[in-house]
């Protein structure tokens, strides 16, 4: 069997569907950039603007996802999909020098054209020239050679090995007329699981402090996990431990549509994503879908996490049903993520889940983490209420499109004091820069959140920042203002000693500054009803 009819072979077909079901998708909606772009940009080496790193479009045609996108448009029955897919490929892999220029300067792009390209040819099937296929697998097999060649043995590239093993796996079976790609995979196969096991604590937290390069390293992983199943190659048991640890994980912190909290960096794009599907939903999905280790069923809201506060929780091994009918109509479901100094807490309040997220970033200090301690996320259903980043550096993340900045802090704390039968209380002290200290408080009582932050200082400056959700309607003037937005009210009490004011515009913030006298105490609290 040459290498054309290989890729035409039911197993390759076979990835499509385990990743995606049955029915043909294109995972980039927008119109794909192989229709913009000529062939000068698709060369490795040309950068728009001189600059020594791609530009985001730039990145994205190196990565094609345009291929890929084009390919499932043909699959769909699109007329002229397959010749544009076809003309833009070939443009770029006759372009290329392998090893040079941009497209060669990122190795997760590096394992996303290896991707996408499996997709790619797998959609087009019979439509794709034998010589195309010829021409990249020339070029794939570079890839093995530069990511076998480039592994990334640093603390803090935990997410960078997964990436690299997962492209070496799928690139070497994607092409096995590759001279060296048998030995290239079975390497990634055995060293996935050990990458993997690298990337979490042993509750399943990232150590990295950023869920989103967590959750792109496991989605990477999911792929290649896909691609071995369809051409009959298993994975070591302890790759789909350490996977499903760490789904777990970003089930429990992510939203009820499945979006990931925006905690520490985020990466460079989606590579081959589900369309209109968050990651965290689409890993749990496939954990289920493959009968892996996946969250277990649970009391609570809508995606049934398990805490009941007026009965012991129910047992791992009880049924689904009956963990389900355990819980009241006022349960909140509460995680703690010690090593990773993450607090989780979720109840369903008016028809949806009100979740409140605490870090303080107790032990993930990776170059990928903010140093954000106590910095606090409050949402219901997949819609933010209030975000406050902590007395961290300005956060450069966005938490659904609002931005949030803080204090300057040093040396953060995250204790966890009790949780009882009628309410818990999750608590954090910051010690700050010109000798103040910081202390919040988080009281969850039935379907409340009450946050207390307080504040003893000894002449310390400070600058206070709450940034709000969209559309709210605020009353209230001189240190109390109430908030409402839907069925939501927040009401808001601030220190007079600060000076207040309101930030109106898209994502209003209430912002207060001013000095702490030595020996006193600022107190402000936001109780959401």
Do not use: C
Not at 376 to 400: F, Q
Request: glycine share 12%; hydrophobic share 45%; charged share 20%.
């Amino acid at each position: 069997m040459n290498l054309f009819e290989n890729l035409r072979t039911r197993a390759v077909r076979a990835v499509q569907s385990r990743l995606f079901g049955d029915a043909p998708v294109s995972p980039l909606p927008a119109e794909p950039l192989a229709g913009r772009l000529g062939p000068s940009a698709f060369s490795p080496g040309a950068v728009p603007g001189g600059g020594e790193s791609p530009a985001a479009e730039s990145r994205h045609a190196h990565r094609h996802d345009w291929f890929a996108h084009l390919a499932a448009r043909h699959a769909a029955g699109e007329a002229g999909a397959a010749e544009r897919a076809i003309e833009g490929l070939e443009s770029w892999l006759r372009h290329d020098r392998p090893g040079q220029g941009a497209a060669w300067a990122h190795p997760t792009d590096l394992t996303a054209r290896l991707v996408h390209q499996a997709a790619g040819f797998s959609w087009l099937g019979s439509a794709a020239p034998p010589a195309l296929i010829a021409l990249a697998a020339g070029s794939a097999a570079w890839h093995l050679r530069h990511l076998r060649a480039r592994l990334p043995l640093g603390t803090g590239d935990e997410h960078r090995r997964v990436a690299h093993h997962a492209g070496v796996l799928i690139g070497g079976l994607t092409f096995p007329a590759i001279p060296e790609a048998r030995e290239a995979w079975s390497e990634a196969a055995s060293l996935l699981g050990p990458a993997l096991d690298e990337l979490t604590f042993g509750d399943g937290s990232d150590r990295s402090g950023a869920p989103a390069f967590l959750a792109q390293s496991l989605w990477l992983a999911a792929i290649a996990h896909a691609v071995a199943r369809a051409n009959g190659v298993a994975l070591p048991t302890r790759a789909l431990s350490s996977w499903s640890r760490g789904v777990r994980f970003l089930d429990r912190i992510a939203n009820e549509n499945g979006s990931i909290p925006p905690l520490g960096e985020a990466p460079f794009g989606e590579i081959l994503p589900l369309p209109g599907v968050p990651l965290a939903a689409s890993l749990r999905g496939l954990a289920i879908r493959w009968g892996l280790d996946a969250p277990e069923p649970v009391a609570g809201d809508a995606r049934q996490r398990w805490f009941v506060h007026d009965e012991p929780p129910p047992s791992r091994s009880a049924p689904a049903a009956a963990q389900t009918g355990a819980a009241g109509a006022r349960t909140w479901a509460s995680w703690t993520f010690a090593e990773d100094g993450l607090a989780v807490a979720v109840m369903p309040a008016r028809g949806e889940p009100l979740r409140v997220i605490l870090a303080a970033n107790a032990r993930s200090r990776g170059r990928l983490a903010h140093d954000a301690p106590l910095q606090l996320l409050v949402d219901v259903g997949s819609r933010p209420l209030l975000a406050d980043p902590g007395p961290g550096r300005p956060a450069r993340e966005e938490h659904n499109g609002l931005v949030a900045r803080g204090l300057v802090g040093q040396e953060s704390r995250l204790t966890i004091a009790r949780v009882d039968g009628k309410k818990a209380r999750l608590e954090g002290g910051v010690a700050l820069s010109g000798g103040a200290r910081w202390a919040r408080e988080v009281l969850l009582n039935q379907q409340r959140v009450r946050v207390t932050d307080r504040l003893e200082g000894v002449g310390a400056t400070v600058a206070l920042r709450w940034t709000l959700g969209p559309e709210w309607v605020i009353e209230g003037a001189e240190g109390r203002y109430t908030l409402r937005s839907g069925p939501f009210t927040v009401v808001v009490e601030l220190p007079a000693a600060l000076s207040w004011r309101l930030e109106a515009g898209t994502a209003p913030a209430l912002v207060g500054s001013g000095s702490i006298a030595a020996g006193t105490e600022l107190l402000s609290s936001f109780e959401v009803r």
